[in-house]
Nanobody, 113 residues
Framework: VQLQASGGGLVQAGGSLRLSCAAPRLIFSTFRAIDMNWYRQAPGNQRELIASIGSSGNIEYAGSVRGRFTISRDNSKKKVYLQMNSLEPEDTGLYYC?????RGQGTLVTVSS
């Protein structure tokens, strides 16, 4: 599965960013049936699962982002989003989406203090 993440950038602490993940080569019926995840990897740290949204819309968050980040999906556009508010320097890292064994190339988020 080809996944394309975008929307990263440089933002000051307290700011917001909205990440997008597209699956352009999937057909609609396939996309809506799969679970989608957002991971991040900070420099020197292990990969962290931060948000998941299932095919039925069930959502889970890591404790580190709960209350600040919101995951959503638009099946008609074959996209998953991650709205990130109240960003902190600790949120800096490479963010990428995944499903099953597939992972996108990632988009870099840098939060300055």
């Amino acid at each position: 599965v080809q996944l394309q993440a975008s929307g990263g950038g440089l933002v000051q602490a307290g700011g917001s960013l909205r990440l997008s993940c597209a699956a352009p080569r999937l057909i609609f019926s396939t996309f809506r049936a799969i679970d989608m995840n957002w991971y991040r990897q900070a420099p020197g740290n292990q990969r962290e699962l931060i948000a998941s949204i299932g095919s039925s819309g069930n959502i889970e968050y890591a404790g580190s982002v709960r209350g600040r980040f919101t995951i959503s999906r638009d099946n008609s556009k074959k996209k998953v989003y991650l709205q990130m508010n109240s960003l902190e320097p600790e949120d800096t890292g490479l963010y990428y989406c995944s499903t099953g064994d597939s992972r996108g190339q990632g988009t870099l988020v840098t939060v300055s203090s």
